[in-house]
């Protein structure tokens, strides 16, 4: 695999929006600071969904930010930050813009805007929430619409996700390096001395344009997974700006490069053994019982032998059904899909895997993919300054092997394309958030992406934290239940922190 995703709340069925036929992927000459100028953009859902929310009103903005803040005035040379701006008719008492981000790094906001503007009968925000903020989605710089970046050859991302997850030979592993420092190589290519700014510190700077482009004296803040590392950092950045922050599914800044990624093994591995549990304990929902996690490592197995061939040519190796099984953990909801999936591989039928994998690599039936991973490594290597050798990552292959028996040699492996990144590095703060209000810091207990240990260490660490739980399965936790949404909607409305060491139950 190139990378594991810190997590992505933005719904799987997401179109790109990097095409070059796209009007909003056009960079803007306006200089950092001028007046926005928004325009009716009801063509957004339309393309998304086949028709906007009854009784939402959408607009649209280019945004024009420094290519690096920590030289603004540098050549003039800008990226455009591509923002949406959804508001209720039903609004009252407005208190203000809500901007939130899904995560990834590399998740479109201003799709995942659009997708919770639907309503909270379709997973979207509460009514009590749209009745009074507006909605803004962005998309960072380099994903999506802004300025997308695309370095990754489709069949590089092809070979990637079909490589083995953990190659124990050693032609398999220096395969697998060959083919990460090729990716590395063709990014540095293209973008040279610009992957630095594409840098986490960058992006919350971006933010802070954002709030003034909304009118915002202060900002109200939702993120979920990776948008609670942006979070993190905008708040040691701009601490006097904020009037309320909600972080939901905690990346952990003190941790190493290393730290994180055995983490999320960790996480993972624990909502794995969580959804063979659920296999045993419901046979009839769950074909491959009872040992779900014998069905689906004896197909990996088999995989690697003698992998099924699927109507487009691809054959499911063990690195497609291990991205399937990454894919089924980030909800629930994906436990049924993942075992039918493994049911039909014993059937000598595909489908089911490549549904699940193609939806979490954004994969197009034409083969091409969005621009999600890109963007991610060049986040993540950007942020990155304590990469590890391909000697370390070796290491630490065999050693989480048998820590964490499904994930821990993938998460090993996945750390190689930020060992090759080429240039400079910009890693994110690590420390208190003086100045600012009561942070909002949500975790889920059994939350593969972003184990929960990450809640209360992010919230420590901020200095303003406080932590609600919610003691369910997936990746981040609202709006999933009503004792959440309460809680989070108390605190976004009313500036009413949750009572102290709330546990919110599963269902």
Not at 78 to 104: C, D, E, F, M
Not at 157 to 178: H, N, W
Not at 255 to 268: C, R
Not at 324 to 334: C, P, T
Request: charged share 20%.
């Amino acid at each position: 695999m190139v990378i594991t995703l810190a997590g992505c709340t933005v719904p799987t069925f997401a179109p790109d929006g990097s095409g070059e036929d796209d009007p909003f992927a056009k960079s803007t000459s306006a200089a950092p600071g001028s007046s926005t100028d928004w325009r009716s953009c009801d063509d957004v859902p339309r393309d998304l969904v086949g028709r906007g929310a009854t009784g939402m009103q959408y607009d649209c903005a280019d945004i024009a930010v420094p290519r690096d803040w920590n030289d603004p005035q540098s050549g003039g040379e800008t990226y455009s930050i591509s923002v949406i701006r959804i508001h209720s008719a039903t609004q009252k008492n407005r208190i203000g813009s809500l901007l939130i981000n899904p995560g990834g790094p590399g998740g479109s906001g201003v799709d995942t805007a659009v997708y919770l503007s639907y309503g909270e009968a379709l997973g979207g925000l509460p009514t009590e929430i749209t009745d009074k903020f507006d909605i803004i989605g962005f998309d960072p710089r380099g994903v999506g619409r802004s300025d997308p970046i695309k370095c990754i050859d489709n069949s590089d991302q092809d070979a990637s996700f079909a490589a083995p997850p953990d190659p124990a030979s050693q032609a398999d592993f220096d395969s697998l390096v060959a083919l990460n420092k090729k990716i590395a190589g063709d990014c540095g290519a293209k973008y040279g001395d610009q992957l630095v700014n594409f840098s986490t510190e960058q992006a919350a700077k971006d933010m802070d344009s954002i709030r003034a482009a909304v009118g915002d004296e202060k900002l109200s803040y939702l993120g979920w997974s990776y948008g609670t590392l942006l979070g993190a950092t905008y708040a040691q950045q701009f601490p006097a700006n904020i009037r309320a922050m909600v972080l939901d599914g905690a990346v952990d800044p003190k941790q190493t490069y290393v730290q994180g990624s055995e983490s999320q093994a960790k996480g993972f591995e624990r909502a794995f053994t969580n959804f063979t549990a659920w296999c045993k304990a419901t046979p009839a929902k769950c074909p491959i019982a009872p040992d779900a996690r014998k069905a689906v490592t004896d197909a990996m197995a088999a995989a690697a032998k003698n992998p099924i061939a699927y109507s487009d040519g691809r054959k499911a190796t063990a690195g497609w059904i291990f991205v399937a099984v990454i894919s089924s953990l980030y909800s629930e909801s994906g436990w049924t899909t993942l075992a039918q999936a493994v049911a039909g591989l014993q059937q000598g039928n595909a489908k089911g895997i490549f549904t699940l994998a193609d939806q979490y690599a954004e994969r197009k039936p034409d083969g091409s993919y969005s621009n999600l991973f890109d963007a991610n490594l060049a986040v993540n290597c950007a942020d990155t300054k304590d990469a590890p050798s391909v000697e370390e990552v070796r290491k630490l292959q065999g050693e989480w092997r048998k820590k964490y028996p499904l994930f821990g040699a993938a998460l090993a492996v996945g750390m190689l394309p930020c060992t090759f990144w080429p240039g400079e590095r910009d890693p994110y703060p690590a420390s208190t958030a003086n100045g600012a209000p009561p942070i909002v810091v949500v975790g889920t207990t059994g939350d593969p992406a972003t184990p929960y240990e990450n809640t209360a260490d992010l919230a420590s660490m901020l200095g303003v934290g406080h932590v609600l739980t919610w003691e369910g399965e997936g990746h981040t936790a609202y709006p999933s239940t009503k004792c959440i949404v309460q809680a989070v909607d108390g605190y976004l409305i009313d500036l009413t922190v949750p009572q102290e060491g709330l546990r919110c139950p599963a269902k």
